[in-house]
């Protein structure tokens, strides 16, 4: 499994921010997918995941401000941030779930930075 991320960087407070994750070589790609983020000192934390044909779910800390959406037929996945908060400010990772290991796959991780 290869997934590959793009988008992210350096907003204010109040706007919006979309990366996008690409996944490819397996089969497994039709996985649950999910997003993560790990900020400086904390621990990593699942952000919204989706399963394949079935509706996203959100952490309480995202909800009503982020949308994520996946491309089954092209094994993509969004994730739209609006109103980005300081608190958002991490490293955000793309994940695909190994059913195999019950661990996940990951992206190459990008920076989402949010100060004014």
């Known amino acids: 499994v290869q997934l590959v991320q793009s988008g992210g960087g350096l907003v204010q407070p109040g706007e919006s921010l979309r990366l996008s994750c690409e996944c490819s070589?397996?089969?497994?790609?039709?996985?649950?997918m999910g997003w993560y983020r790990q900020a400086p000192g904390k621990q990593r934390e699942l952000v919204a995941s989706?399963?394949?044909?079935?509706?996203?779910r959100y952490s309480d800390s995202v909800k009503g401000r982020f949308i994520l959406s996946r491309d089954n037929i092209e094994n993509t996945m969004l994730l739209q941030m609006n109103n980005l908060q300081p608190d958002d400010t991490a490293v955000y990772y793309c994940s695909v779930r190994n059913k195999e290991s019950n661990d996940n796959y990951w992206g190459q991780g990008t920076q989402v930075t949010v100060s004014s």
């Open positions: 989706i399963a394949f044909l079935s509706s996203p």
């Open positions: 070589g397996s089969t497994e790609c039709m996985n649950l």
